[in-house]
């Protein structure tokens, strides 16, 4: 006797049954986060967005298992979070889920006009203590320009 778990059978108000379907799951204990619940509603639907992104990303970036790209073609696009003239609400609400720990930026495709390289972060659960900042390397150039903007101010 196999000690094997039964393959999970997908029910059909959570999907369209395809066998490619990818699901990312949200546990309770981060969405009841003060973190979390901080964020706005466009906000969490991206970190949502990102997670079935990571998920889904058959080819990682660095070959890297726990990174995942987000560029235009898939906010904008495939998943229709935000219009090609919103970009700066998808910035923004990406900065928000780095400032908040719960992505990093790996690489800024910025400069070089490539996808922008994430990896999610765990430094959510220390948001609002004093064991919580934001390390310049995890951030995007945009934020860095801005930070230096601040700090030059």
């Known amino acids: 006797m196999s000690g094997r778990k039964p393959k999970y059978i997908k029910k059909p108000f959570e ?21 979390y619940i901080d964020l706005s509603a466009n906000q969490k639907v991206l970190y949502e967005y990102c997670k079935l992104q990571y998920y889904a ?57 490539t996808k922008s390289i994430y990896k999610f972060s765990s430094a959510w659960l220390n948001w609002g203590t004093e064991r919580f900042a934001v390390s310049p390397a995890d951030m995007t150039a945009g934020m860095l320009a801005k930070r230096r903007k601040e700090t030059q101010s």
């Open 15 to 35: 999907s369209n049954c395809s066998s490619s379907d990818v699901s990312a799951n949200i546990y309770e204990s981060m969405m009841t986060h003060p973190a």
């Open 57 to 113: 990303e058959k080819r990682k970036p660095n070959n890297d298992p726990e990174q995942f790209t987000m560029n235009q073609n898939k906010w904008c696009f495939k998943y229709r979070l935000y219009t090609k003239n919103n970009a700066k609400g998808f910035y923004r609400d990406m900065e928000a889920l780095i400032d908040h720990g719960f992505i990093a930026c790996v690489e800024s495709g910025r400069a070089t006009r």
